[in-house]
């Protein structure tokens, strides 16, 4: 059952209301009998899951996640020590 809101033109409060959809919209505000619009409001949607195309719908086998959002061929990005590992430079000598 959808939740529908509703503004009141005359005093302006905001009305929540649970109708089918074969019922006709309210019209009439409760508190101040003024004219009621229907607002459009965003759905409230959540997508749940660990993805989304390649692993809930892809191919089954053992091609699914070949060249699909894998590693790239070659191993990945090049190993780097960090900045710290370096041995510090010798100092120079004056002659």
């Known amino acids: ?5 509703y503004l009141c033109t005359a005093c302006g409060l905001t009305i929540e209301a649970f109708q089918s959809f074969s019922e ?3 019209a009439q ?6 004219a009621l619009k229907r607002l459009i409001s965003a759905p409230a949607v959540q997508f749940k ?4 195309y ?4 892809g191919r089954s086998g053992s091609g699914a996640k070949g060249s699909e ?3 790239p ?8 020590s960090p900045p ?12």
């Open 84 to 95: 710290g590992d370096a041995a510090p430079a010798a100092p120079k000598k004056d002659s």
């Open 54 to 57: 390649v692993s809930d719908y």
């Open 49 to 52: 899951g660990s993805g989304w």
């Open 1 to 5: 059952m959808p939740l529908y809101e």
């Open 29 to 34: 505000c409760d508190r101040c009998g003024g």
């Open 69 to 71: 959002g894998g590693k």
């Open 24 to 26: 006709a919209p309210l």
């Open 73 to 80: 061929e070659g191993g990945g990005a090049p190993k780097t």
